[in-house]
């Protein structure tokens, strides 16, 4: 009886290790220098993530909006970027290319935020991100998620 209260305890100890890594939130700001204000974050694979863009530009929303766009391995992000200065009633996100896009916020304008949430990739490796708003990752506005086990 004792053993098998222990083999019970063993196996629930075995599938609390196995669990997921506990939901994380990040926080990146838009800048005005056409950065984010992380270009490095970082997710356990499959863990569950929130990534809330701010931006507190005082220039008009024309002149200084930012999105938050994260990209599949492999993805061409010139050629992304590209796509979606044409999907500018669309957030400028390229309907062609959301089959290279994991997920993305809305287009944010300065005193707006938005949030995202999403799983990070199973698979360990590192994942580009970008803001589509024309011009933006031309001059840098981009970074990288990198998915690894924790520990
Ligand atoms: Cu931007």
């Known amino acids: 009886m004792i053993r098998r ?3 019970t305890l063993l196996l629930l100890l075995a599938a609390g290790a196995a669990a997921a890594a506990p939901a994380k939130s990040v926080t990146l ?13 970082t997710a356990a694979p499959g863990q569950k993530i929130t990534v809330k863009l701010v931006n507190k530009s005082h220039l008009p929303a ?5 999105n938050w766009v994260l990209l599949k391995p492999g993805a061409d992000a010139g050629a992304i970027d590209a796509a979606a200065q044409s999907a500018v009633d669309n957030d ?12 993305h916020t809305g287009m944010v304008a300065g005193g707006e935020s938005a949030t995202v949430t999403f799983m990070a990739p199973e698979k360990p490796g590192d994942y580009e991100y970008i803001c589509t708003f024309p011009g933006h990752f031309t001059a840098g506005m981009k970074g990288v998620l990198t998915v690894a086990p924790e520990g």
């Open 62 to 66: 024309s002149a200084m909006s930012h």
């Open 92 to 103: 400028y996100i390229p309907a062609s290319k959301s089959d290279r896009i994991i997920a």
């Open 29 to 41: 700001i838009g800048r005005n220098d056409l950065r984010f204000s992380k270009d490095h974050i």
């Open 5 to 7: 209260v222990s083999a």
